[in-house]
């Protein structure tokens, strides 16, 4: 038999190894980004067209390279960062394993250009996957300059495989913050498509969190700080009534390195417990200096996970500091997360002495029901505040599917009143069939929670906040896709500061928006003014929206414009349905109840939990026969 194995041809090495390092532009962006820190870059600037799939190109004024060393570089395990295996427990610098450069070489169209301080001419380098097209000697400016175009060019698999220009730029700006987190002494700069998306000034860790996230995220702060033996800890947690529903803005440094550790995010989470809602995550930045020689950062190619050896102790170190910080700065503890989030006015507005609540028309008082509903309008009263701001009402118009007779004098009627549900909701239908002589039909809500009526076959128990949820997503859907939208005009503008990504998020979605009633006046590179807004939605609320759409729209970025508008109806339904704790009326609860029965889809909530039970009169017997 003849020998088979045979050693594989370096581009065909270099293509495997580029599997391993390169994922997608986020990856090329994240080993071009530390490339330029490690040659001792203070400017660094991010050209991106296309999310990165037509071009990347990092340009930087560190230290360049010499000639020999540009055509170097593209081999695989060529490296000017270690020696020996010594050096890699003492790592000081982001690369080490040399084999970014070879890696993208061979996937993609590289453009090189560098020259180091004291030359006068520097060296233009052409590689199309891992061959060499030309070598010049050129004049160009001090430092290095990498572009890298058509990424994946001869992989057309990857290339497919590629998610949209939304997702790979969110992947891309993910990899820009984290270096420029950990990096606030050098300036950065992002532009996309021509657009300057990000313009970081060198500063301190403070400004640079505010520059990235925007100017609310000031006040949020919380500093941490720390000294052991084995670990200095600094950064910041935000406040806890901050805290986001989505795992979002949660960073983790170790000497100046971005890392993922679920471990420790465990630390920073028990240390905020019992002062979180449920489902909350801490929004914190966390830096940590260790010695190098402490951990391990080669056990995985793309490391940003790295081994400690003392994670034990690491853990109780952090836990401590941010509990400390919790106390001292006197944040702890926060009683109602809901209430507070909302209540704070968020906006400049609050400034503004001479315009006390000038559009709130709203009486708290007003309860529909106790008169007749002439304005086709009702208000889920919150109980524990009497502030109108965080009363939520809804224009029936839209999320009734039938009018109130101006006699309804009692529930029956507005129970016989809703329309038979035609096909799969025909048992819905039937459930509320009013029969006049039983008490069919009467609520009651449970620990503010819950309601509970009798029907004909048994009772139905039923989830307030999801059936109120679910109302709200059908009826914006009907919104923001059928009909034309109703917007109310602010009194007086508002202006809400955002970050640059955010921002171009919104602008993204401003078309979309404004057919559900939003109206906005400008975008500026980090605020938005808003001059109407929906009329089911009021003027206090419009940040905790807007917010929560941001942080859904990142989760689950969709792709054709129908998704778009199931995401954003239903972040709306999320932020506005009425909440565990609010006390409903009994008009109000059988309203509630009257409307989910009204819709398409009465049984799920629009993220797909159930919003009611039954338990029939059979089954309450078997309980009792046993
Ligand atoms: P590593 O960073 O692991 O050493 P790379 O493939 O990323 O491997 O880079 C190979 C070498 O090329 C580096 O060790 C460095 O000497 C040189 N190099 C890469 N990018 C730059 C740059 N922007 N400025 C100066 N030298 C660079
Ligand atoms: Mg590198």
């Not at 000017?80 to 996937?107: H, M, V, Y």
């Not at 940003?304 to 700065?329: C, M, P, W």
């Not at 349905?577 to 049984?603: M, R, Y």
């Amino acid at each position: 038999m003849s020998d088979i194995i045979q050693l594989l041809p370096d581009h065909v090495a270099n293509q495997i190894a580029a599997g391993e390092v390169v994922q997608r532009p986020a990856s090329v962006v994240k080993e071009l980004l530390e490339n330029a820190i490690d040659a001792g870059a203070s400017v660094i600037t991010l050209l991106l067209k296309d999310a990165g799939k037509t071009l990347i190109q990092v340009i930087d004024n560190g230290k360049g390279m010499s000639a020999t060393d540009a055509r170097l570089c593209f081999e695989r395990h060529a490296t000017s960062k270690i020696k020996d295996a010594e050096d890699l427990f003492n790592l000081s610098t982001k690369g080490f394993r040399g084999e970014a450069l070879a890696s993208i070489a061979a996937i993609a169209h590289v453009e090189l250009k560098t020259r180091q301080d004291n030359e006068e001419l520097g060296t233009a380098i052409k590689i199309e996957g891992s061959t060499v097209v030309s070598q010049d000697i050129v004049s160009t400016a001090k430092g290095t300059s990498i572009a890298v175009k058509n990424l994946f060019y001869n992989i057309p698999a990857r290339r497919n495989f590629l998610k949209s220009d939304t997702v790979e730029t969110r992947h891309i700006i993910d990899e820009f913050q984290r270096v420029a987190l950990a990096h606030p002494n050098i300036s950065f700069s992002l532009h996309h498509n021509g657009n300057e998306v990000y313009h970081l000034k060198n500063s301190n860790l403070r400004k640079r969190i505010v520059a990235i996230f925007g100017n609310r995220t000031n006040e949020k702060l919380v500093p941490i700080e720390e000294q052991t033996d084995i670990i200095t800890i600094r950064g910041f947690i935000a406040k806890p009534e901050y805290a986001k529903k989505k795992r979002g803005e949660q960073f983790f440094f170790v000497n100046d390195r971005f890392i993922k550790s679920s471990y420790l995010n465990h630390a920073v989470n028990s240390a905020f417990e019992g002062l979180l809602e449920q489902g909350a995550h801490p929004t914190y930045f966390i830096y940590f200096e260790v010695p190098p020689n402490s951990i391990d950062i080669n056990i995985h190619p793309t490391k940003t996970e790295v081994k400690f050896d003392n994670e034990k102790a690491l853990y109780a170190i952090i836990r401590a500091t941010v509990k400390h910080s919790l106390g001292q700065y006197n944040v702890a503890p926060v009683l109602d997360f809901n209430r507070d989030a909302t209540l704070d006015t968020p906006y400049e507005f609050k400034d503004k002495s001479s315009m006390s609540s000038p559009t709130i028309t709203v009486d708290p008082t007003f309860n529909p029901f106790k008169t007749e509903p002439t304005e086709s309008q009702h208000t889920y009263e919150k109980k524990s505040t009497a502030s109108t701001s965080t009363s939520f009402s809804t224009p029936s118009k839209s999320s009734y599917k039938h009018d109130y007779k101006k006699d309804a004098g009692s529930w029956e009627s507005l129970y016989s009143n809703i329309e038979p549900i035609e096909d799969t909701s025909v048992s819905q239908g039937q459930l509320f069939e009013s029969t006049q002589e039983t008490e069919t039909g009467k609520t009651f809500q449970i620990q503010k929670k819950y309601i509970l009526s009798s029907i004909k076959s048994g009772v139905v128990l039923i989830h307030q906040t999801l059936a109120h949820q679910r109302v709200l997503y059908e009826e914006y859907l009907e919104n923001i896709t059928v009909k034309e939208a109703n917007s109310q005009q602010l009194l007086f503008p508002i202006n809400i500061s955002f970050s640059s990504t955010d921002i171009e998020m919104i602008y993204g979605m401003k078309s979309d928006l404004e057919s559900t009633g939003f109206v906005f006046n400008e975008f500026t590179k980090d605020s938005i003014t808003i001059g109407g807004i929906p009329i089911a939605i009021s003027e206090s609320q419009i940040t905790l929206i807007l917010e929560q759409l941001l942080d859904d729209m990142k989760l689950e970025v969709p792709d054709t414009s129908f998704s778009h508008f199931d995401v954003m109806a239903k972040s709306f339904a999320k932020s506005l349905a009425i909440k565990t704790g609010t006390v409903l009326s009994e008009k109000e609860q059988e309203t509630l109840v009257n409307n989910l029965f009204s819709c398409k889809e009465p049984s799920v909530s629009p993220l797909g939990k159930a919003t009611f039970k039954t338990l029939t009169l059979q089954e309450i017997d078997t309980i009792f026969s046993k």
